[in-house]
């Protein structure tokens, strides 16, 4: 089975889930504008969310999957299942502990952490302190999900991982639809979208456990135990929780930072939401399906075949991600305008959240990177080092966002966050290539030049075009006409691309069909039942 088939599982899941995400927040975006209630959700929202990166998604699918792969490898199902079992014990009772220990806390958390900007704002403050309360028992949800997830992906089952985030936003969706018919005012609909964030959880969970269950491994709960297994997965999964969300690590002291300014922090999360559509559809895909495959590699000693892994998914990745942010680069405002500008979202918005992801553009190549780059480290289970390289990016923010918020507002956030991402995926590929783990590549490199060509050709079309069509895309035209003139953008700019792509030798349809196949022993793995 080829990796492009199960990066496309993967991504088909992810692209689901991210276009009803656009439709939640232009539901979201007409009901509470970027006014205070959609800034004290949120931020609320961010909380577990970024817990949820931490402690489940990065950690598990970093330390998780190689290690249950091997107890797959050593001991069959039957030692799989053991391992789990222990595993989901601990991970039970820590996330718990740690649960209980935030809702009690979550007062001061919010004031002195989450969102410090909203103290001097009593009635801002105690609607955060309430969502906040209402959605965290999600991280339990959700961490226990990802753990499924990772079996799921270890067994080489994409789709029902893939598929569950997208309850998420269709309850959501649901939610506000429901306030909109009801007329329900802004307080009502955050308190509805906290408790649909929660329900959402439980039946993302649901999914999972039944696929792992049909996979034929059902998992009992275990008194918890730190048994050789979970003390090696707490070694390896401490420093991969905190590299695999560095992401969200980085949008966490966005909006602690943005909390100061009105509006600021729903404006990044509104950018956020486009530009994580070609990071979520390309980038996680990648990053999902490349580690267990690496490791798998890597294990069999098969070292040509893990360094083509990692250079076709690279090529594979930049041969998407390039043009997608030329197109947040060059048309930014045009998106958010179609996507998000009406009811109580104002032209004024629509301008500051357009500056806002033009910024994130130029950042998304290097964030798709680090999800290609990672999982060198990880199926070696080297995950210190992209921890240290995690930590410095950090700083690397946090000094940049501080330095640039007083003067810029939330692009000096957006600023910050595209130059850490740029430092990290940097450091990260110059450690493999000291290393020796990433082989130089003529296909790679006598590619990449001429996809940037492509992409640059692109984004000067985009521009001309958008220029030209300036009426049709201005606020005061119909949204029909608005969409239908940046559909028509967005279609010739594709087949322009493409075009360019295949034209300038930057693509051809080996490197989309059977160059990136795997060799040897592993293509004769079944295909995925899902």
Request: glycine residues 8%.
């Amino acid at each position: 089975m080829s990796l492009i088939r199960k990066f496309a599982t993967v991504a088909s899941g992810t692209l689901m889930s991210r276009l009803l995400g656009f439709t939640r927040e232009m539901l979201m975006a007409a009901a509470v504008g970027t006014g205070p209630i959609a800034d004290a959700f949120y931020a609320a929202f961010q909380f577990p969310n970024t817990f949820r990166r931490l402690f489940a998604e990065g950690a598990f699918n970093a330390a998780f999957v190689p290690l249950f792969a091997k107890e797959i490898e050593a001991n069959g199902v039957d030692g799989a299942k053991r391992f789990s079992e222990e595993v989901f014990g601990v991970l039970f009772t820590v996330l718990l502990a740690l649960t209980i220990v935030m809702e009690l806390s979550m007062p001061l958390l919010v004031r002195y952490a989450i969102a410090p900007g909203f103290s001097d704002q009593p009635e801002k403050l105690a609607v955060t302190v309430s969502l906040a309360t209402i959605m965290f028992p999600y991280l339990i949800c959700m961490s226990l999900g990802a753990m499924m997830a990772g079996m799921l992906n270890s067994l080489r089952r994409y789709f029902a991982a893939a598929i569950a985030p997208v309850f998420l936003n269709v309850i959501l969706i649901g939610v506000l639809a429901y306030a909109w018919y009801e007329g329900k005012d802004g307080p009502a609909v955050g308190y509805a979208l906290a408790w649909g964030v929660l329900a959402a959880g439980i039946v993302q969970l649901a999914i999972v456990w039944i696929a792992v269950r049909h996979a034929g491994v059902s998992i009992g709960l275990r008194r918890p135990r730190l048994t050789p297994n979970v003390k090696r997965l707490l070694w390896l999964a401490l420093p991969a929780a905190i590299t695999g969300g560095i992401t969200q690590i980085n949008q966490l002291i966005g909006t602690a930072i943005a909390s100061s300014r009105a509006g600021a922090v729903s404006s990044l999360n509104l950018a956020d939401r486009v530009y994580q559509l070609p990071l979520g559809v390309v980038g996680i895909a990648v990053a999902i399906v490349l580690l267990p495959e690496l490791a798998r590699a890597l294990r069999a000693g098969n070292a040509t075949e893990a360094s083509n892994l990692q250079n076709r998914s690279v090529e594979f990745t930049l041969f998407l991600t390039l043009p997608a942010a030329a197109a947040l680069l060059t048309m930014s405002e045009p998106i958010v305008r179609v996507l998000y500008e009406r009811g109580a979202f104002t032209p004024d918005d629509t301008v500051l959240v357009a500056k806002v992801l033009a910024i994130f553009g130029l950042g998304l190549p290097a964030f798709v990177l680090i999800k290609a780059f990672t999982p060198g480290y990880f199926a070696r289970e080297d995950t210190r080092t992209p921890m240290i390289f995690a930590a410095i990016s950090v700083v690397v923010n946090v000094s940049l966002a501080l330095w640039l918020f007083p003067s810029m507002g939330a692009p000096g956030i957006a600023t910050a966050s595209a130059v850490a991402g740029w430092v990290n995926a940097a450091m990260l590929l110059g450690v493999l290539v000291r290393r020796g783990h990433w082989g130089g590549d003529a296909g790679l490199m006598k590619r990449t030049p001429r996809l940037v060509v492509a992409s640059a050709i692109m984004a000067a079309a985009i521009w001309y075009a958008a220029s030209y069509l300036e009426p049709q895309l201005a606020s005061a035209s119909p949204t029909h006409t608005q969409a239908a003139a940046l559909g028509a953008i967005v279609l010739c700019a594709t087949v322009l691309y493409f075009a360019a792509a295949f034209g300038l030798g930057g693509a051809d349809i080996g490197m989309l069909r059977r160059s990136i196949r795997r060799k040897g022993g592993a293509a004769a793995a079944p295909p995925d039942p899902d």
